[in-house]
């Protein structure tokens, strides 16, 4: 079967009972498939029957027209062009830091033009250079997670298999390595499997999102999309929202502000030494959003007001709130607010209101 | 059941001399109250055992020399010295034909001897060779057993093509697959027995040495192939 | 074909000796492996390689320097007789030391490997357990060096039961006492009892080729960290 | 020394340079003790030495009265009532779940009186009864890791010590979890040392907070101090906030308000059952803070106003914001507002001005 | 003590003799301890207690199994004949593969454990690094199971300079040819020698001795996980 797409087509229960996966994916092979899914939902048996580290009989895999599985047909692990970044410590303990970086460097995928991974960049942005002489038992738990990514991306994979690669980072290491996968997806678009439990990565990253439950799919689409929906069990509590993805035309050098422009309104946000034109992505809490009848425009520098329909409200976990989906052109964007004002200002599904979102909460 | 004085008594017998002796034991329970239990070592062995407190009552030795040094040490009696038998070397081919045909193709055989530091019967066979002439233009065909039994293994398996061992070895076996060596091309192979002090007081090992010095043994040892 | 009655003996003498000298063996490797592998002393490597020297020397060789140690007025047999225990030649307990002695690297070697694949984290964790050093090695230690113990007991059962120039020497071959099955089918082919001899060792290798399945079984398959399917 | 504190006093330079572990802590004994930092800034050496796992010369570590090490006298780890939640995974791979758990258990620390961890409860809490039978090498990543915290706290321990104990579970998990700790800290009054790279976990639970940065400490004290600071290299970008003690006064019952007093103001925020007079903990970021010259008051219910004074305004790591200190009463507030609005308004550090908090992004 | 000509040739053999057997035995016991470690067959557990088989009979009845086999008459006599090698009996490669078959448990045993010890984690890894089969054997597993090759590599060495019925029986003692110095030893011993037995011991346990280092300094201390002060 001809396709750009990533087809994963597993069914399998394990021996003793319990765990069955049942799944049937089909990922863009561009940008990158967040799975998502609590603890033991299957993620991490997905992604290593996509990598061919478990044999799933009858299984499907395919990245484009490249038919790793099928039927009888099964490329080993080591001919599949893959990366992949295990869940658990995965050094190899004979060697240090620096050799192990060198096991995948000597095996790479060749690589015409400049597309392949620079060792010294790759370094220097996960913070390993001083620690390349060291083993694995003189590493800090972040620190080998760090050399893992660094080795699976010296490889020069065609599709990055990532299994909470972050979980164990601080903050600030986390969005650095985040950026560069932002590149990553960008630039050499090497399609990225990407399994977390935060939402705040998976937003920012993702352009397509998996949600497992119990080995089965429950949600898969756009990111946007199913983001927007209010009726899966993702239990995201304060980290309800909506991703946005607009284009940046206009910038106020002196404030270090851009306007954002998508389909159904703009907003002012922080600039990123963007460039007119370019693409970005915006991330929208629910809990960011106010609700008014009239529009306010006091200060339109923090408050962006928005003209926006009601097209649902459902309760939230918590009974003094209520999520309130609003459409806006063809995007839809979530409020969350107190049950009391909703009733204050007498919000039902239909009305037209305004959505004010502050610019300092917007999320790129 | 056994008489009140009947006693068990333990012997230690030179590996070459075990098989006669099994039969001569088997002739002696028969005839006599007492058990008789042996074992069965190269006498070096044995002579170690002994002088490091082994509980035998009397040692059938390979050669003189043992027997006579317990004797002088005071592990023995001396009285109780003698010539039990006297060993006789033959030439053993099983295969005589195949022998043959392998000399007339010029194969190097292989000639296999009882390792002449430590065997009587091994020293014994290189004079003897050296006695016929054989050596020592053809030492490098020779191979040496640990002893007399794997020097018959040796032949037996057919990996050496021929080579001295004991008549009492062969007896069995068809005449025409071994010749007797000239007795006096090699010194007399004289296995000494001797009482041990262990066994000074026991019947069975004064009856039994006693009944390997009657004459009617004596002619039993000669049919096993010795002296 | 019969099989005689000290040829039972010393059957039953060969079993009796290798699960006694094996289990003392364990009983004794098992703190000398332990310190090996945790220790951090320069003599490590000096004393590991000075554990392996019994297997160097010949048996008989071995045999004869014990003997020599054994006799009334060496340096064992002094010690022996002044503890009242008579002397340990030619007697089973005899054997049983020289065995030791011969068979102890087998043993020492795959406890110490086992030991020390082990590594600190699982005893780390069972120190935040409360678990004492002593509990920690029993209830940790022991376990997870199962394959370690296991082989042990193979290769030093084994080689015992296959021993010989050793137990000939120090145990003078006497039938009931220290006849054992190696001393015996050595006996049976001097006396060219060949038939015998076969007979014995295919006896031999039959029942220690149970024993050693049952080791093997004992030992399981392993499950492997990764393979979920 | 008598005293009711944790003294942790280490310090020690690994064999081949490199890593410095220089720290000198006085920790309460009650409540939980953040210890935040980047990866490889010394958290699990930190945690190993006060276990007594790494014996570091002339170090002092003493809970309360009891004596761990001090000078030559050194307690083993074995004889230490703690428990201890390791980074990486640490179930005994020759035994089953239920087995690692019966470990612990047989070998607990007697408890007179009700203080006794609870075996269903905790089974029941951590959702791994269906597991008890499986092998470490049959359960997920996030699966070991409820394991081994249900293990650690049946030791029955005085002290526990819990290194990035959440970072492999889901959010919902990870709340629940949450929840129990906070029960632990309040009940059985145990303190607990915890190591996380998550703010949001830090100041939900913890009282007191330590940052170590390259072995060493540069900042300790009481979270809502320490979070208030605003010179601290901590880099937490949208997570940056305060927290706030506070009483809840009056109840809502008909939206699920409750009102939150503390000293310098009040906040109406969603209730949780909350009994009148109950001390509860607020988390406000800064992101949600929003400042105004003039007193707003169209809409109270769904946005607070305090009357604050400017003590600081900082730039933020992003150049369109600034990071602006307020005071009320002995709180401190931070607010994160657009530097552009900042101009609007004129703001002075002394100026007196209004923040306003929605009910909504009140953090508790 | 002056050492004679023919010491020094047997002391000479020996060493070359243990080198090549051990050499060898590393090479075709890795892949039977490799599938040993693999295979989930249900033969696994009888194959590997045949394996450890030769252990159990005394050396002088393999010896003597091992002639009968290189008789030119014989199983193994016939095959090298016909490929125009001659009789392996009385010659150094004669001596080589009965010790081989000797002392191949030693070397299976402790390699099987090392293998298993290794579990599959590093072998997923080193198969998403694009490493093949063969390269993740040589890459991985090898330097992984490297105590076990110490190991394997000592008991292997130590037992064939040891071994001494086989050698005897197959050898035939011939002085510059296939006599080893533990033959060597022995008769000294039993011709009351005893001075030249120490001494020829002693130089014995010297060389192995500084063999024996040499292999557990290669294997060095494994650093422990966790150990980070
Ligand atoms: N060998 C096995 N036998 C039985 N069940 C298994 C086995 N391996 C995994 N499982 C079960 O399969 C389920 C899915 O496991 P998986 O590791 O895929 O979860 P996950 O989504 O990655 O979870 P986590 O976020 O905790 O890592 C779990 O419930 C686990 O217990
Ligand atoms: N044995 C060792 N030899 C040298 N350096 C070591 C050794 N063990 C740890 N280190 C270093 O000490 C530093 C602190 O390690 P530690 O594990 O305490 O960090 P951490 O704060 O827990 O980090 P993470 O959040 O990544 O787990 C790291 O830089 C690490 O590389
Ligand atoms: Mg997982
Ligand atoms: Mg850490």
Redesign the pocket.
């Known amino acids: 079967m001809k396709t750009r797409k990533i087809i994963a087509k597993f069914k399998h229960q394990t021996e003793r009972g319990g765990f069955c996966l049942d799944v049937d994916l089909a990922l863009p092979t561009q940008g990158v498939s967040a799975i998502f899914g609590r603890s033991g939902a299957g993620k991490t048996s997905l992604l290593r029957a996509m990598a061919g580290l478990d044999r799933i009989a009858n299984g499907v895999m395919q990245l484009g027209d490249e038919i790793w599985q099928n039927g009888a047909g099964f490329t080993p692990t080591h001919k599949r062009r893959i990366g992949y970044i295990f869940q658990e410590a995965s050094l190899f303990s004979h060697l240090n830091a620096g050799e192990n970086l060198a096991y995948a460097q000597k095996r790479a995928w060749r690589v015409e033009g400049d597309g392949a991974a620079d060792f010294d960049m790759l370094v220097e942005l996960l913070g390993i250079g001083g620690?390349l002489k060291?083993h694995p038992d003189?590493?800090?738990?972040?620190?080998r997670q760090r050399v893992a990514i660094a080795r699976a991306l010296l490889v020069n994979p065609n599709l990055l298999l990532m299994d909470e690669p972050l979980a164990?980072l601080d903050i600030e290491r986390k969005n650095e390595i985040l950026s560069y996968l932002e590149r990553l997806r960008n630039e050499i678009k090497i399609p990225i499997i990407y399994v977390s439990h935060s939402i705040d990565e998976v937003a920012r990253l993702a352009d397509h999102m998996v949600v497992l439950h119990e080995g089965k799919v429950v949600a898969q689409g756009a990111l946007a999309a199913v983001l927007s929906r209010l009726d899966l069990p993702l239990k995201l509590g304060q980290d309800i929202g909506v991703v946005i993805e607009a284009e940046i035309t206009e910038r106020d050098e002196k404030w270090h502000l851009a306007r954002a422009v998508f389909n159904g309104g703009e907003l002012w946000i922080a600039d990123e030494n963007d460039t007119i034109g370019v693409a970005i992505r915006m991330r929208i809490l629910a809990r960011d959003v106010s609700l008014a009848k009239q529009k306010i425009d006091g200060d339109s520098s923090i408050l962006n007001g928005l003209s926006v329909e009601i097209i649902d409200i459902k309760p939230d976990e918590h009974a003094a709130m209520l999520l309130v989906q609003l459409r806006l052109g063809e995007q839809v964007l979530i409020a969350r607010i107190t049950a009391k004002s909703a009733a204050q200002l007498a919000l039902e599904i239909g009305d037209d209101v305004w959505a004010l979102v502050k610019s300092v909460s917007v999320i790129r | 059941s056994a008489p009140a004085n009947a006693t068990e008594t333990l012997l230690a017998v030179a590996a070459n001399f075990a098989k006669p002796m099994k039969q001569l034991i088997v002739k002696f329970e028969a005839q006599s109250p007492h058990k008789v239990n042996m074992t069965i070592g190269s006498s070096g062995k044995i002579y170690a055992q002994i002088i490091n407190g082994a509980p035998f009552d009397a040692f059938f030795s390979a050669d003189q020399e043992k027997p006579l040094k317990l004797v002088n040490e005071g592990l023995a009696l001396k009285r109780s010295l003698y010539t039990y038998a006297i060993g006789r070397l033959v030439i053993w081919s099983p295969d005589q034909q195949k022998r043959q045909a392998e000399a007339a193709e010029g194969v190097l055989a292989k000639i296999a001897i009882a390792n002449p530091k430590t065997a009587p019967y091994g020293a014994a066979a290189l004079e003897a060779f050296l006695g016929i002439g054989l050596l020592p233009e053809h030492k490098d065909q020779l191979v040496y057993g640990e002893n007399i039994a794997q020097t018959y293994q040796f032949i037996a398996s057919g990996v050496a093509e021929f080579g001295m061992v004991a008549l009492s070895q062969v007896i069995d076996q068809a005449k025409a697959s071994y010749e007797i060596v000239p007795d006096d091309i090699y010194k007399p192979i004289k296995q000494d027995m001797v009482m041990l002090n262990h066994g000074q007081a026991n019947p069975a090992s004064v009856d039994f040495l006693n009944f390997m010095r009657s004459e009617k043994v004596a002619d039993m040892i000669k049919n096993f192939g010795y002296k | 074909m019969e099989i005689s009655q000290t040829d039972m003996a010393a059957i039953w003498l060969t079993l009796r000796l290798a699960s006694t000298v094996t289990l003392l063996l364990l009983l004794i490797g098992t703190p000398m492996a332990w310190w090996l592998s945790q220790t951090r002393s320069k003599l490590k490597a000096p004393i590991a390689a000075f554990l392996a020297l019994p297997l160097i020397l010949p048996p008989t060789v071995i045999g004869f320097y014990l003997l020599v140690a054994m006799a009334p007025d060496g340096v064992l047999g002094q010690l022996t007789n002044g503890l009242g225990l008579g002397s340990l030649a030619f007697s089973f307990w005899g054997l049983v030391l020289a065995s030791m002695i011969y068979s102890l690297p087998f043993v020492v070697q795959p406890l110490h490997n086992a030991f020390e694949a082990i590594g600190a984290r699982p005893l780390e964790v069972a120190a935040t357990l409360r678990a004492t050093p002593i509990d920690r090695f029993f209830s940790v230690v022991m376990p997870l060096a199962k394959p370690g113990f296991i082989s042990a007991a193979i290769l030093g059962f084994a080689h015992t039961v296959g021993e010989f120039g050793v137990v000939l020497m120090i145990g003078g071959n006497i039938p009931y006492k220290t006849q054992v099955i190696s001393v015996k089918i050595y006996e049976h082919v001097e006396l060219f009892e060949y038939e015998q001899a076969h007979y014995l060792s295919v006896l031999m290798m039959g029942f220690s080729f149970v024993v050693l399945l049952g080791l093997y079984l004992l030992r399981g398959t392993k499950t492997k960290f990764g393979m979920r399917f």
Chains 1, 4 share one sequence.
Do not use: F, M, V
């Open positions: 620690l060291r003189q590493l800090s738990g972040g620190e164990a």
